[in-house]
Nanobody, 122 residues
Framework: QVQLVESGGGLVQAGGSLRLSCAAP????????MGWFRQAPGKEREFVSA?????YYADSVKGRATISKDNAKNTMYLQMNSLKPEDTAVYYC??????????????????WGQGTQVTVSS
C-alpha cells in the first residue's frame, strides 16, 4: 500500500503560479510511476501530467507545467505557471508500480491521494 499526500493548492490570480507537492511517506518514489490528474465540478477526472523515465503533459498544460521528483524527499512536484481560470479543479496525485511510457488513464494507477483544491480567479 502506498499513501499519497498532496499539498500546495490554494487560491491564486490568473497568471500566477503554484507548486503542488505529493509526498509518499515511508516509500521511495524512485521506483514509482507517478502522475497528476484534476477534476473540475461536473466534469470527469482528467490527466494533467505524469513522470516515469520522462515527463508527459496534457496539451492543456504543456509549456506551463513542469513535473519532477525529489527521490531524497520521497516527493513529486507539479510546478504550474501562467495559471488560467480553467485550471480550477481538485488536483489528485496518483502512483503505480511497473508502468512505463505515457499513461493517461485513471485506471492505470493503483494509488491515489485525497486531492488538493486549486482555484484560479480571473
Amino acid at each position: 500500500q502506498v499513501q499519497l499526500v498532496e499539498s500546495g493548492g490554494g487560491l491564486v490570480q490568473a497568471g500566477g503560479s503554484l507548486r503542488l507537492s505529493c509526498a509518499a511517506p515511508g516509500r521511495t518514489v524512485r521506483s514509482l510511476y507517478m502522475g497528476w490528474f484534476r477534476q473540475a465540478p461536473g466534469k470527469e477526472r482528467e490527466f494533467v501530467s505524469a513522470i516515469g523515465s520522462s515527463g508527459y503533459y496534457a496539451d492543456s498544460v504543456k509549456g506551463r507545467a513542469t513535473i519532477s521528483k525529489d527521490n531524497a524527499k520521497n516527493t513529486m512536484y507539479l510546478q504550474m505557471n501562467s495559471l488560467k481560470p480553467e485550471d480550477t479543479a481538485v488536483y489528485y496525485c496518483a502512483a503505480a508500480a511497473g508502468l512505463s511510457g505515457s499513461n493517461f488513464y485513471t485506471t492505470s494507477y493503483d494509488y491515489w491521494g485525497q486531492g488538493t483544491q486549486v482555484t484560479v480567479s480571473s
